[in-house]
């Protein structure tokens, strides 16, 4: 009893922790000798050095430490240094989260897992892999072993027989759009993301059928950059393993149903359309069609369990959705720094002369395929395989203080083979094993040493199709450009995507700065777009104490450029309470300092800024408003927007031509006032039905003078309120246009007339829509909307693709509908636009810069939020097509009172 006491004295006084990891680290230490002695009781095999780790237990040191490097693009260094720090052995032992983890760079270990014990090894003992792919996937080829591998096999495998990798044809229509969108004069380009939407259109032909045209429609791609996101936060769930808890993952959850929403509808229509096929056939049609040669087709022969199908279809757009465009990147990455490697290609293109470039002709290409083959070896898009063990097995290789023993694996380890690694060992590829030099790979015959596309019965199905695709647009592009190069001096970046990406070509486009026809010079290509944002003071001036912090916050937000709110040119006609005017009746000196009061607090930081001008027309409520032509307002029909009109806006008074010239000499004063106070430039507001809207459309203006009667008549007051704006302002300073996608009836007419207003010297065209009059921008009473807008995010960009067709040299801003990160950057990098107008998401968060031009903020946390207030519940029944937007323009215009230090 005595020593009992004193025992149980010890033990509460605070030594229980101690006495705990010593019994852990006693369990630790049976299991490494005593068991592994039982193993090797005939001294068979020796034992793996052992990588020293101050964690020996749970080994979250390496945990901590990988985690580490691949968040500062170092992951591939941090491979070669575990290999550095172990020179006398290819192959040690680990422990990560309290499993043993074998890491290796020898090809004997290699050749064991993947082909001699290919029966011992798999990838069901990863747990936490199919673990951290859940809810995305479940069953498929890379994820399953025994007969759920053999069926996942079974199912894609006839696809890829010779007749599938062997033709050029599917490669070739997408090759030809691809190339049509490379510049010929010498320019810039960045081939990465020209590369994904080529990639991306193949596969998903491959796959489903029909193409998502992305090189097209550059919005499209924004699934492939959903797809990274998934494969990002599945790497990561698979990393945290049992910690997988503590962060939350809503917004990879929400990326997962991006793809399910993706992948479901094309296999739900692939099984009616078969249902409907086996029908025929039972009943001896014999019209029945031509019959689909896609994947999706090819496997629903065989299985028609949507959420499997799903599952298996996710997988594979894993190894689908970026690897070749990737590989192909890092191929002209060597090739731009190695100009008489591109020289060489050429000179063997050259020779083919008028051949087509079929397989038969592209496999035969040696040097090109050498160049192939160094770019696998110097960049691997499989850095590293993992594999983990289902039972105890000794093999050939691993063991000893050398490695060169047979060695006991254990059920469980796992094993990373790093490719990486041996891909650069000297002792294979000899003392210039760092260098590119694809001479290395003439006569090479293959080994155990270099398998790119993996090994034994797990290798990739796929390798030929991806060899056929890489080397047709390589060959297309040293066949048409005589020389190529680099235009930047960045070393190599390795971001860990689905293999090493390069950071450098992964700089977002809407980070890059851009210089506009004026000089002005943006440090990158978001805008603070412009609002009905009622933040001036009784006199209708800026400089009040919420409107510059308003400003203020913005200005510190990051943002290219800020676009004021509206500033109305003429008092006596001004759109609402609260809206900048300009007023010739205050003393000119008190306008001027409130004015650059509101520039200091607008350009803080550098931050570039311009002034909206604007003339509301027959929008002015309250007055006699002036217009075009006597035309009033369309508010809808009924009773309720007729008294609407008749009481508010009235029927407007036809413009003289001294009150059109009036108006020009008042857009000058302002832009006038603009420069001086500080600003630089002034942006004129022709859009969203206001008196420039209204001018141009024919739909408002039916006039038969010089201001009417024809397109270019209808431009005539904004190109000389252009003109007479850039002869009353220094040079340089910066004039844009904004103009509205649903103002004008004809769309070749407006071309006729943005085509005299750009001649008439633009800075850039702000794409915008919707008006008071439009009941498809404006009011939240329709719910009928085409499914190409839902899946987009900018609204306009048809009407911005048109412009920029028309207009290809002058810069684009398209406003309105961006919700992410990726939705921004298919649209600037894609040629859709080169600014981004965030107008409502800014109101909600004026920082949005800062996260969305943060590569290390993942996509989730660099969302434009944008919140739908509905319309209160008496308004929905009053007929008036605006009445959606009034409730969110004033619900918005309240939360721009909220920011700033102010309140």
């Known amino acids: 009893m005595a020593i009992h006491q004193v025992i149980t004295d010890k033990v509460s006084k605070g030594n229980l922790p101690a006495l705990a990891l010593v019994g852990i680290a006693l369990v630790f230490l049976f299991k490494k000798l005593v068991l592994d002695d039982r193993h090797n009781s005939k001294g068979d095999w020796q034992p793996m050095p052992s990588y020293w780790q101050w964690d020996p237990i749970w080994g979250l040191d390496l945990v901590a430490s990988q985690i580490r490097a691949l968040r500062t693009n170092r992951f591939l260094d941090w491979l070669a240094q575990m290999h550095a720090s172990m020179p006398h052995t290819k192959t040690f032992a680990t422990n990560m989260f309290g499993v043993r983890w074998v890491y290796t760079c020898d090809a004997e270990v290699l050749k064991a897992v993947y082909a001699t014990h290919f029966k011992e090894f798999g990838v069901t003992p990863i747990g936490n892999l199919r673990r951290g792919l859940t809810p995305f996937a479940d069953k498929g080829a890379i994820t399953t072993d025994g007969d759920d591998w053999r069926h996942s096999r079974f199912i894609i495998q006839p696809f890829f027989d010779r007749q599938v990798y062997t033709s ?15 510049p010929e004069d010498g320019e810039t380009v960045d081939l990465q993301p020209l590369l994904q939407r ?31 996101d998934v494969l990002d936060g599945g790497r990561l769930r698979a990393q945290l393993n049992r910690l997988m808890f503590l962060r939350d993952w809503s917004s990879w959850l929400k990326a997962v149903e991006e793809i399910h929403a ?49 599952s ?29 490697v591109w020289q060489k290609i050429r000179q063997e293109v050259a020779e083919l002369g008028d051949i087509p470039m079929n397989f038969s002709v592209l496999r035969n290409m040696k040097y090109l395929n050498c160049v192939m083959n160094e770019t696998h070896r110097m960049i691997p898009n499989n850095v590293s395989q993992l594999r983990g063990a289902f039972e105890d097995v000794v093999i050939p290789a691993g063991g000893g203080p050398d490695g060169k023993s047979p060695t006991l694996i254990r059920k469980g380890d796992l094993v990373l083979i790093n490719k990486t690694v041996m891909y650069r060992d000297p002792e294979i590829w000899g003392e210039d094993a760092n260098e590119f030099k694809p001479d290395r790979f003439d006569g090479y015959r293959g080994s155990w040493q270099f398998l790119p596309f993996g090994g034994g019965p797990r290798r990739c199905p796929a390798q030929m199709m991806v060899q056929t695709e890489a080397a047709y647009i390589l060959a297309h592009l040293a066949k048409t450009f005589s020389r190529i190069e680099p235009r930047d001096s960045a070393p190599y970046v390795p971001v860990m995507r689905i293999g090493p990406s390069n950071k450098t070509a992964m700089d977002l486009s809407i980070a890059k700065p851009i210089t506009l026809t004026c000089g002005l010079t943006l440090p990158n290509r978001l805008t603070k777009a412009a609002m009905a944002e009622r933040l001036a003071d009784k006199e209708s001036l800026p400089g009040g104490k919420q409107c510059l912090a308003t400003y203020s916050a913005w200005a510190k937000g990051g943002w290219g450029l800020i676009i004021s709110g509206n500033v109305h040119i003429d008092p ?4 609402a309470p609260g809206d900048f005017v300009i007023n010739r009746s205050l003393p000119r000196e008190k306008t001027l300092a409130a004015w650059k009061a509101w520039a200091n607090a607008c350009t803080q930081n550098g931050t570039k800024a311009i002034v909206q001008i604007n003339h509301p027309g027959r929008q002015a409520p309250f007055v006699k408003s002036l217009a075009p032509s006597p035309i009033p307002l369309d508010l809808g029909k009924g009773w309720f927007p007729w008294l609407v009109r008749a009481l508010v806006y009235g029927t407007p008074k036809e413009m003289t031509e001294l009150e059109i010239q009036d108006v020009v000499t008042r857009f000058v004063e302002a832009a006038r006032i603009s420069v001086e106070a500080g600003f630089s430039g002034v942006e004129i507001h022709a859009a969203h039905g206001y008196l420039l809207a209204q001018f141009l459309s024919q739909r408002s203006n039916h006039r038969t003078d010089a201001y009417g009667g024809s397109p ?12 007479a704006v850039r002869n009353a302002v220094p040079a340089g300073t910066c004039v844009g246009i904004k103009v509205n996608s649903t103002d004008h009836t004809d769309l070749s007419e407006f071309i006729i007339q943005l085509k005299a207003i750009v001649d008439a010297g633009v800075d850039f065209i702000e794409v915008s829509g919707g008006s008071i009059e439009d009941p498809m921008f404006s009011t939240g009473l329709h719910t009928q909307v085409k499914e190409s807008t839902k899946a987009r995010e900018a609204f306009f960009v048809d009407f911005a693709n048109a412009i920029r067709s028309e207009f290809p040299d002058v810069p684009i801003m398209l406003t309105g509908g961006f919700r992410s990160r990726q939705g921004m950057e298919a649209a600037v990098a894609g040629g859709t636009c080169d600014l981004v107008g965030l107008a409502r998401p800014s109101v909600l968060d004026p920082g949005l ?50 920011i700033g230090p102010a309140q």
């Open 168 to 182: 050029t044809d599917r490669v070739a229509r997408h090759t030809d759009q691809f190339m049509k969108l490379m």
């Open 198 to 228: 080529w990639f991306l259109d193949i596969a998903t032909e491959f796959i489903f059928g029909n193409s998502t045209e992305s090189l097209v429609y550059p919005e499209r791609s924004k699934i492939a950059l959903t797809m990274l």
């Open 262 to 310: 993706f992948v479901t509808p094309p296999i739900e229509q692939a099984l009616k359309e078969k249902e409907e096929r086996d029908r025929k056939i039972q009943q001896g049609e014999t019209d029945l069609g031509e019959e689909r040669t896609d994947l999706l087709w090819s496997m629903i022969q065989n299985l028609q369990d949507v959420p499997e199908l799903r």
């Open 312 to 340: 298996q279809i996710c997988l594979i757009l894993v190894a689908n959705i970026d690897t070749t465009s990737v590989f192909i990147s890092n191929c002209m990455w060597w090739l731009a720094r190695q100009p008489e």
């Open 572 to 575: 006596a006609h001004s759109g």
């Open 712 to 723: 270019l008549a209808r431009a005539k007051l904004v190109v000389d309120i252009i003109h």
């Open 849 to 898: 810069p800062h996260k969305v031009l943060d590569t290390n903020v993942p996509e989730h946390g660099a969302l434009a939020y944008a919140k739908k207030i509905d319309p209160w519940g008496w308004a929905k029944y009053t007929g008036i097509k605006a009445v959606g937007m009034g409730a969110e323009t004033l619900w918005y215009t309240n939360q721009i009172g909220r």
